[in-house]
């Protein structure tokens, strides 16, 4: 029998009568007019800030011989920007929501290109921490405020997916990109010039957002509450700070405190959120599956990778003798693997759905890691550069698939607030992937080393120390130096394999957790 069918388009419906039964269907909006030019600018932002998260290692050397800073002033100087960033990402995302984003996007972009060119020219340690901590306070206000923006400007889910790919690939990308682009610098300019590269960039970014970028908030955001911002603080910085403590200086009173102040300040901040009309954070988000899980598996997929390429950066350039620019493309297969992902998110949602397509990248990214601890002992780098493609081909698409799920499970007045969980936990898994695993890396190759009774006492302290204070102090060709050098291959194969079963446990997780209902649309 044939279907009489009617189709009367109506606003945001279309309705349809079938055989005198009226259907109504939602028609899906196009998006903003402009929002592939804006995507742009976005990742410009996402792009820059991966780096200078990654950049700043191998410049390490070159600050401590000019402005001459203690151990403990070199540490400050690395972890000022994370710990500043991590703490307030969810006080930020929010108060995106409630002042608009592309106003806080490009009060950030002036406040990160200020810190940059402070942080070039700092004359003393002091002044870089100083810098370094600024640029993690303006750095949070951009983060939320590029993928809240992606939310509204993309209305179309297949579009959504896309254009979190190409944010995900930025920032992955970004991240690999940091010891390329350190390398180049540091071997043709002084150390200043990779906190410079920032200030034309931000320059740009004002200029065309300014233009491109439309403004949205939440229409009815309620008060902004200051106590909550305030324990979100505390308590994310005092967890991050307890995590890089312990890494370097073991378990003393400074981690005990620091653990404290973080489960104390936590506890009260989830208890005054769950008394709020209008939360900070709304924690009834962790209820929904797709929310829940896409976080956890974000979390991990970061920390793996994060934790790897920090690492793999020391061994390229100590256990293989690659110079600097050398080792950051020695990492190149990791970046365009990411990269290459964005051409199989599509295909991966329409044929598995998220939660399934989640826990197979991350299980590649497994395979993955277990190539790359089979590889590390290898003469020949060719057989290392084919194990990092799966590992950067497995993040690549769990990124994308995991930020698209934490986005889209909220309504877009509150894309903000829901980034904020997001790129909270990114910065979490890089702090713990280096901390947690460059311990094990540390613990495993003392365990390794087997120094003669003979070696005088503070070199055997150096050498006991890490592999780059070893190679400082005995000649690099002695059969002691390569014994080092073969302990860090060893200690790095095990941490490798380590990550791969938490990744491997995630990617079990993710099929479970997230919901697998198949986007046949993913497939055109």
């Known amino acids: 029998m044939l279907a009489y069918v009617e189709t009367i388009p109506s606003g945001r419906y279309s309705f ?33 800030l991966a780096i200078d998260g990654t950049v700043l290692y191998l410049a390490v050397p070159s600050i401590t011989r000019d402005l001459g800073p203690s151990a403990t002033q070199i540490l400050w100087i690395g972890d000022a920007y994370s710990l500043a960033l991590a703490g307030l990402l969810v006080s930020m995302g929010t108060l995106a929501d409630r002042i608009g984003r592309k106003k806080l996007l490009l009060s950030g972009a002036v406040g990160f290109g200020l810190a940059s060119a402070l942080a070039a020219y700092a004359p003393n340690p002091e002044t870089l921490i100083a810098a370094r ?3 993690g306070v303006a750095g949070a206000t951009l983060m939320p405020s590029t993928l809240s923006i992606i939310r509204s400007l993309f209305t179309d889910a297949r579009e959504r997916t896309r254009a979190i790919a190409i944010w995900s690939a930025a920032f992955g990308g970004g991240a690999a990109m940091g010891p390329l682009v350190g390398g180049f610098f540091l071997e043709h300019f002084w150390w200043g010039s990779v906190f410079l590269i920032n200030v034309p960039v931000m320059i740009g970014l004002l200029v065309f957002g300014a233009v491109v970028l439309p403004e949205s908030r939440d229409p009815s955001p309620g008060p902004f509450d200051l106590p909550s911002a305030t324990l979100s603080l505390c308590s994310v910085a005092a967890f991050v700070y307890a995590i890089k403590h312990v890494a370097t200086s073991g378990l003393d009173g400074e981690t005990v405190t620091a653990a404290c102040v973080a489960v104390v300040g936590g506890l009260l901040f989830v208890r005054r959120q769950r008394r709020l009309t209008t939360p900070l954070l709304d924690l009834t988000l962790f209820r929904r599956p797709a929310f829940a899980g896409a976080v956890l598996a974000n979390f991990v997929a970061i920390f793996a990778l994060t934790g790897l390429l920090f690492f793999f950066s020391q061994y390229l350039q100590l256990a293989r003798g690659f110079s600097p620019l050398q080792a950051g493309l020695a990492e190149l297969p990791t970046t365009i693997a990411s990269i290459a992902a964005i051409a199989l998110v599509g295909w991966a949602m329409a044929r598995l759905g998220r939660g399934r397509a989640v826990g197979v990248a991350l299980a590649v990214t497994a395979l993955g890691l277990v190539l790359v601890a089979a590889t ?82 503070a070199d055997r302290s150096s ?62």
Not at 27 to 42: F, K, N
Request: proline content about 6%.
């Open 16 to 48: 349809a009568m079938v055989n005198r039964e009226v259907l109504a269907t939602p028609i899906e909006t196009p998006g903003h007019p402009r929002r592939w030019a804006a995507l742009g600018v976005l990742v410009i932002a996402v792009l820059l």
């Open 463 to 524: 050498v006991q120390d890490s592999l780059a204070a070893a190679l400082n102090v005995l000649e690099p060709s002695s059969p002691l130096a390569h014994h080092a050098q073969e302990a860090f291959i060893t200690a790095m194969q095990v941490t490798s394999l380590v990550a791969a079963g938490i990744t491997l446990a995630a990617a079990v997780l993710a099929w479970s957790i997230i919901p697998s209902a198949k986007d046949p649309a993913g497939a055109r």
């Open 376 to 457: 590390e002992s290898s003469e020949q780098y060719v057989w290392l550069a084919l194990a990092l493609v799966p590992v950067g081909l497995g993040v690549g698409i769990a990124s994308t698939l995991t930020v698209d799920a934490v986005v889209s499970a909220v309504e877009p007045h509150r894309a903000g607030a829901a980034s904020a969980i997001s790129e909270t936990a990114y910065e979490l898994g890089v702090v713990l992937g280096i901390a947690v695993l460059g311990s094990l890396v540390s613990i495993i190759y003392r365990a390794g080393l087997d120094l003669p009774a003979t070696l005088d006492p």
């Open 133 to 135: 901590l600024l640029l």
